[in-house]
């Protein structure tokens, strides 16, 4: 069964603070490993797709990295309107494009 | 160019009773996911329809149901309401089976 484990839960920062978020990964063949934005009732907004091991993308204050167990989001001189949660997702070879997501990472930006 | 649309954005109904929501994919996509959102939790994929078929289900039960008309709108029933269904509930579309999804804003159903 494919799983995905984000930490920390939740991360409170100081503008200009620069951290990581972490996503945890187990799957039967990865095809692709996808960040999301939510902000509070919204659905998620598309970030990054990562394909394989090595891969980075990045915008903005924002770049996701990949390895074989797990991705890093990182954020460089966080704004506070970077504040949201992010999602984590894995898409297995074998399963269309059904997204297994992780419980996300809330993060806070003060000024 | 408009995105993954959603209605409503809010409900509210109490236990036993039955839901439907709806969803218009985004412009040039065929394909329609459904995912449930808990609060404080990550979304879970309940079905996926293309070509007017299911064509993958997630763990849910049968008591979800779902549709795909020949315009590639979609929607999702839920009948018997539990309190535990109560969620965000995401529509997502993309330009195939295998493509990169595209979420609505969601429908918000509340159950009492």
């Known amino acids: 069964e494919d799983q995905v484990t984000q930490s920390p839960e939740a991360l409170r920062l100081q503008e200009g603070e620069s951290s990581s978020l972490n996503c945890s990964y187990t799957v039967s063949g990865l095809r692709g490993l996808f960040w999301y934005r939510q902000d509070p009732g919204k659905g998620p907004e598309f970030l990054f797709t990562?394909?394989?091991a090595g891969e980075e993308k990045e915008k903005e204050r924002l770049k996701a990295t990949l390895t074989k167990k797990e991705s890093f989001l990182h954020i460089t001189a966080p704004k506070p309107e970077d504040s949201a949660t992010y999602l984590c997702?894995?898409?297995?070879?074998?399963?269309?494009?059904?997204?297994?997501f992780g419980g996300g990472t809330r993060l806070m930006v003060k000024p | 160019d408009a995105g993954v649309t959603q209605s409503p954005t809010h409900l509210i109904k109490t236990r036993g009773q039955q839901v439907t929501l709806r969803c218009s994919p985004k412009?040039?996509?065929?394909?329609v996911s459904w995912y449930q959102q808990a609060l404080g939790q990550g979304p879970q994929f309940i079905f996926q329809?293309?070509?007017?078929?299911?064509?993958q289900r997630g763990n849910f039960p049968d008591r979800f149901s779902g549709h795909q008309f020949p315009n590639y709108s979609s929607e999702l029933n839920v009948n018997a309401l539990l309190l535990g269904d109560s969620a965000l509930y995401l529509c997502a579309s993309s330009p195939r089976p295998t493509g990169e999804l595209f979420f609505g804003e969601g429908s918000r159903l509340t159950v009492l």
């Open positions: 997702a894995v898409q297995a070879n074998n399963a269309g494009n059904m997204l297994t």
């Open positions: 990562l394909y394989s």
């Open positions: 329809y293309y070509e007017e078929e299911e064509r």
């Open positions: 412009s040039g996509h065929d394909t």
